[in-house]
Each structure stands twice: as C-alpha cells, then as structure tokens.
C-alpha cells in the first residue's frame, strides 16, 4: 500500500527564518512520482513541484528547495527566507503516472512577521 | 488559460436531499479527479476518469456517490439521500495524462454542508 507521512502538524516561524517541511513516503512501486501542493487560505492547492523515482537531484526554485532521498523515502521541502505569503497548509503528495495522488496530512505553517 | 472551475463554491443541503457538484477541467486536459477533503485531513480520491469513462471509481465511499463525464470533458458529481458525514470540500482536479506529464491542477472546490 502507499502512503505518505508528514509528522509535523504545524510549524511556526518568524519571517527571514529557514523552514523544513519532512515527508517520508511508503510505496512498492519502482517508478512513483512525489508531489508537493500548497493550500493557501484562500482553499485552492497550488501545484509545486513534481519528481519522479529515477530522479534523485535536488531542485531549486527560487527561496524554495527539495531534497528527495530514496535511501530514507523522504522528499523534503525548504523554505529559504521565510515570508508572511508562505503561510498555507502544504501537502506532500505520491502516485503512479495517472492514477489518483495519495496525500499527506498536510503541514500548516504560520509565517510572523 | 482558464484553470479548474467548480460550481457552485458552497452548497448548503439538508439530510437526505440530493445535490451535484459540477467540474470544468482545464481544456485538452484528458485525465479528471475527483477528491474530497474533510478539515483538517488531505484529500481523499473518490474517482478517475480518462476521457469519458471512470478508470478508478475505487475511492466512493458507498452506492449514494456517482460520478459522470459523458462527453469527456465536464464532469458533474452526485450525491443521494445526502448524510450529515458527506460534508466537506470536494476538490476537482485535470491532468493532461498522454503529454509526459501527470500533474493535477485542481480547483477551487465546492464546500458542501449537510445540515
């Protein structure tokens, strides 16, 4: 069976701080995709990023980060330099090509200014 | 382009009343998901279509969810003799499955209130 975990409920930082949002999957498959959504206040998740199982660099884009390690079934997620408008529920997500993603609880961060 | 759209945003019902929640998928998108998310928790697969028909239907939870896409694009959930427990936000989401890519871009959602 699939699953993703994400063990942090929520985190609370002040702007400027870094932040680490973990996620630890479980899956069988050889070839899977993990995902990361955010779901700002507004409800609306916002697709981030995409990495499949065969590819284990690490991704930059901007103030954000990913560090996907198959020896730990990790794909973590960091925020440089935290602000306010990264305050949103985000969601580590896992499937297969095409079939439904299985997500996590989903960990709330709080940026304060 | 246009994005997922849902309407209608929020459904107020009574118990036992039937409703349906309708999905505009991002055009040429071929792949439509329908999940649920109850607060507080992720959201939960209900169904898949690829074009017109249900690929995966494994995530409804019982006989009084059904789902259709008749032409392959809109798609319109539907709930009987709605429950009090059926209450939540149900999530649409599009995928343009056969162009290398898999990512689901979802909608707003359609928060549904069973009074």
């Known amino acids: 069976a699939q699953k993703v975990t994400q063990a942090q409920t929520e985190i609370s930082v002040v702007e400027k701080e870094d932040v680490t949002l973990d996620c630890v999957y479980e899956?069988?498959?050889?070839?899977?995709?993990l995902f990361w959504y955010k779901q700002p206040p507004s409800g609306e998740l916002v697709f981030l990023i995409r990495r499949n199982s065969f590819d284990e660099q690490n991704e930059i884009s901007g103030r954000y980060s990913w560090n996907f390690q198959k020896s730990t079934s990790s794909f973590n997620f960091t925020i440089t330099a935290s602000q306010v408008v990264d305050s949103a529920v985000y969601f580590c997500a896992l499937n297969q090509a095409g079939t439904a993603l299985i997500f996590g609880k989903g960990t709330t961060l709080s940026v304060s200014s | 382009g246009a994005g997922v759209s849902q309407t209608p945003s929020n459904k107020v019902t009574e118990k036992g009343k039937y409703v349906e929640l309708r999905c505009d998928p991002i055009s040429g998108h071929t792949a439509l998901y329908w999940y649920r998310q109850s607060l507080g928790q992720g959201p939960e697969f209900l169904i898949y279509f690829q074009g017109t028909g249900a690929a995966d239907d494994s995530g409804l939870p019982n006989d009084r969810f059904f789902a259709v896409r008749p032409e392959g694009s809109v798609s319109t959930l539907k709930i009987q003799r709605t429950e009090r427990g059926d209450s939540a936000v149900y999530l649409c989401?599009?995928?343009?499955?056969?162009?290398?890519?898999?990512?689901?871009?979802f909608g707003p959602g359609t928060r549904l209130t069973v009074l």
């Open positions: 989401a599009s995928s343009p499955i056969g162009q290398g890519h898999n990512e689901q871009f």
């Open positions: 899956t069988r498959d050889t070839t899977y995709y």
